[in-house]
């Protein structure tokens, strides 16, 4: 498997189908950006009311409801892309097996939704996924305070926490990365295949495992790299130096508002992703799937 020429051919599958992938992810994703905008305003509108047991770092925003609500929505825009690879494909294509359930839609054009058994599965899994991940960053975030507040007099310095803090970061940010690329690939193993086989999914890329690692990084970068420079470019050009602070509603709404696309591009390509190298390594005797070219 070649990373550059995986990574092209994710990308060029999702430029000559961009529209309909488009379609089949815009509005799951707007209801998550929507769910979580609600839960910011419910929640933390006044902070000091907030119930403390709802509350942990490592999620956006800083309450675990956040995973619950976003997971099936998440879940969901999988399904429809790995839907569209396996049933609407382009010539020459990498097509995945037909056994995804047919996606139901709204009587409104252009929205499509579904909620049946394996997708509430899925669901679960990435939630699943996310609570432990982001309950451990909270709880590594503890045991920092406590070492530096037993190793350090009082007041902290910030030079005593920032080596700290960075390296903590940097490490969550590669873990749960790693974390969340395997998540995705047995996520729509399980999609396509209608059977969690986490074991047969690793085995099927025997070999292939850094790279596979590698091509998601990538992709995840890319979306990175386009999601932060645009919000320095909005917030250097729309917003004046001198201007007051934006209110809370304000401020959540420029926050969901501006993540929502990177969303979409997110799990469309991450989905893309994961479909292609299923195409490619998983399961070949299936009649149903074309040939790929080499990766």
């Not at 997971?71 to 037909?98: I, Y």
């Not at 996606?103 to 409104?108: G, N, S, Y």
């Not at 996924?129 to 406590?146: D, I, N, T």
């Not at 992709?219 to 050009?237: E, N, R």
Request: charged residues 15%; hydrophobic residues 60%.
């Amino acid at each position: 498997m070649r990373i550059g020429k995986t990574v092209a051919r994710v990308f060029d599958y999702c430029r000559a189908n961009a529209w309909p992938l488009f379609v089949a992810a815009w509005f799951p994703c707007f209801l998550t950006a929507l769910g979580l905008a609600v839960l910011a305003l419910v929640l933390f509108a006044d902070p000091e009311q907030v119930p403390s047991w709802l509350l942990s770092r490592g999620f956006d925003s800083r309450t675990w409801l956040s995973a619950i609500i976003a997971a099936p929505f998440s879940a969901m825009v999988f399904a429809f892309v790995l839907d569209r690879m396996a049933n609407a494909p382009e010539n020459g294509r990498v097509v995945v097996r037909r056994g995804i359930e047919s996606v139901k839609r709204f009587a409104i054009p252009g929205m499509r939704f579904e909620l049946g058994p394996r997708i509430l599965w899925a669901a679960l899994l990435l939630a699943a996924v996310q609570l432990l991940c982001s309950f451990a960053v909270a709880g590594e975030h503890r045991l920092l305070v406590a070492s530096l507040l037993a190793t350090h007099d009082l007041p902290l310095n910030p030079e005593d926490v920032a080596p700290w803090v960075s390296a903590m970061g940097v490490f969550n940010l590669f873990a749960g990365g790693f974390v969340l690329v395997w998540t995705y690939l047995f996520v729509g193993d399980f999609l396509w295949t209608g059977s969690f086989d986490p074991i047969g999914c690793w085995r099927a890329l025997d070999g292939n495992h850094l790279r596979f690692v590698a091509i998601v990084f990538i992709v995840f970068a890319i979306v990175a790299m386009l999601k932060y420079g645009l919000a320095l470019a909005v917030g250097l050009t729309l917003v004046p130096a001198d201007a007051a602070s934006p209110s809370f509603l304000n401020l959540m709404l420029m926050h969901f508002g501006l993540a929502w696309p990177f969303d979409v591009l997110h799990l469309v390509l991450s989905a893309a992703t994961v479909g292609t190298i299923l195409g490619a390594f998983r399961s070949p005797a299936i009649a149903s799937i074309r040939p790929a070219a080499a990766l």
